[in-house]
C-alpha cells in the first residue's frame, strides 16, 4: 500500500524532528538541531533493514518515491516563497560566498582523488 | 464575474494551485533548458532562479516577507513551500541511498562530503563576516547555504535567523549549484573528474544535487550515479553538522 511507504516516511520525519527538538532542549540552544538529518539516517537504516529482514513492497516503495520525486518542485516553491528583496539590498555577498565555496571545492578534488589512490583500496 | 469565480476556486484550494502552478514553472524552465542551453543549464536550476525572480516580484508587489505567497492567488506556494513539506522531500530523497553503496565507496567518499560541508560552510562563514555579519546564528546560515540552498534554510529555520538571511542562504546555494552546473565540464580535464573515484569525491564535495547531476551530465553522463551517490548524503550530514556542532564552533568563535 502507498499509505504504508508515505507513512514510514512520516514516522522517520517525526522521529527525527522530535529528537533534533530534544537534542537542542539538551545542548541548550533553543532550537531544532539536525532533526532532519536524524530522520534521513533513521530512513537509510530502516529501508536497508528491509532488506534483508522483511521487503518493502512496490507500492509502499512508491509512497516514498513521490515524495523524494517532489523534491525539486517543492525547492522551487520555496524558492518562490523566499524575502528575495531583503537578499538584493545586499546582494553581492551571496554571490561572492557561493562562487568562493566552489572554488575551494574544485581545488579539494585533485587532492583528495590523490589521497584515493594512495589506498590499497583502489579501484 | 468569471475573473472572480476563477480566482475564489484559486484560493479556496490553494495547495492544488501550487501544485499545478508549480507544475507549469517547471515544464517552462526545463523547456528553457532543453531549447536555448541544450541542456547546459540543468532545468531544475531555471525552475529555481524562475522562482527567486517571482518572490521579488511578489515582494515588490505586496511589501511582505513571503515572495509570491503574500499574492492570495499564490498563497498555496506558501504552503508548498514551507518547512513542512519540505522537510519531507528531503527526507524522502534519503531513500535513494544506499548504505552498501556509500561503504563500497570506501572512507574517500564519506570524508569528502564531511569535508565538503565544512569547507563550504567555512568559506561561507567567512565571506559572511567580511561582509559585516557579527551574529553566530546569521553567520551559520550563510555558511550553511554556501553548502546548499537546503541546508542553509533548514540551519537558518531551526536557528530562528531572519528571513532576509535565510534567503540570502539559498541565494548563495543557488549560485553554487549553477555555478557548479556550468563550471564541472570546463574544470573537469583541470581537476581529473573522467573516473568513477573521482566523481565520487566530487560528489561528495559539491553536495549540490541538481548540481552535480546537471554537472556531471554534461562533462559524462557514465560518471552520474557516483557522484549523486556521495552527494544525496551531503545534505543529511550538512543538515546534521550546521545547526549543531558548526553552530556551536562558530558561537564559540563570534
Known amino acids: 500500500m502507498v499509505i504504508y511507504g508515505v507513512a514510514l516516511l512520516s514516522f522517520c520525519m517525526l522521529v527525527g524532528v522530535f529528537v533534533g527538538d530534544l537534542l537542542g532542549d539538551l545542548i541548550g540552544v533553543q532550537a531544532n538541531v539536525g532533526g532532519v538529518g536524524i530522520a534521513m539516517l533513521l530512513l537509510i537504516i530502516l529501508s536497508n533493514l528491509s532488506h534483508s529482514k522483511f521487503t518493502l513492497g512496490v507500492p509502499t516503495e512508491k509512497g516514498i518515491g513521490f515524495w523524494s520525486a517532489m523534491y525539486i518542485p517543492i525547492v522551487v516553491a520555496m524558492a518562490a516563497k523566499q524575502n528575495v528583496i531583503a537578499a538584493i539590498s545586499s546582494g553581492w555577498m551571496a554571490i561572492i560566498a557561493g562562487v568562493a565555496a566552489v572554488v575551494v571545492s574544485f581545488a579539494m578534488i585533485p587532492v583528495l582523488s590523490r589521497i584515493g589512490s594512495g589506498d590499497q583500496h583502489d579501484s | ?254
Open chain 2, 1 to 254: 464575474m468569471i475573473l472572480e469565480s476563477l480566482s475564489a476556486v484559486l484560493e479556496k484550494n490553494a495547495l492544488i494551485a501550487a501544485f499545478a502552478f508549480v507544475g507549469i514553472l517547471v515544464w517552462i524552465s526545463y523547456e528553457i533548458s532543453a531549447r536555448f542551453t541544450r541542456g547546459h543549464l540543468h532545468g531544475s536550476a531555471i525552475a529555481i532562479m524562475l522562482g527567486l525572480v517571482l518572490a521579488y516580484v511578489g515582494g515588490r508587489a505586496t511589501g511582505g516577507t513571503q515572495g509570491l505567497a503574500d499574492i492570495s492567488l499564490f498563497a498555496g506556494v506558501g504552503l508548498m513551500g514551507g518547512a513542512m513539506f519540505r522537510d519531507f522531500a528531503i527526507v524522502a530523497t534519503a531513500f535513494g541511498a544506499e548504505l552498501e553503496a556509500l561503504k563500497k565507496a570506501g572512507l574517500v567518499g564519506a570524508l569528502s562530503v564531511v569535508i565538503g560541508v565544512v569547507l563550504s560552510f567555512v568559506v561561507g562563514a567567512i565571506v559572511a563576516v567580511a561582509f559585516g555579519y557579527t551574529d553566530a546564528v546569521s553567520i551559520s546560515t550563510i555558511g550553511a547555504g554556501a553548502a546548499t540552498y537546503i541546508v542553509g534554510p533548514v540551519t537558518g529555520t531551526a536557528l530562528g535567523a531572519d528571513s532576509g538571511v535565510i534567503a540570502l542562504s539559498v541565494a548563495a546555494g543557488l549560485t553554487k549549484s549553477v555555478l557548479v552546473m556550468i563550471g564541472t565540464p570546463f574544470v573537469a580535464p583541470y581537476i581529473g573528474l573522467n573516473n568513477p573515484h573521482a566523481a565520487l569525491i566530487y560528489g561528495g564535495l559539491m553536495g549540490t544535487t541538481s548540481g552535480v547531476a546537471g554537472g556531471l551530465a554534461a562533462t559524462d553522463p557514465k560518471l552520474v550515479p557516483y557522484g549523486a551517490m556521495t552527494a544525496t548524503f551531503y545534505t543529511g550530514v550538512g543538515c546534521l553538522l550546521a545547526p549543531s556542532v558548526l553552530f556551536l564552533l562558530v558561537r564559540a568563535l563570534v
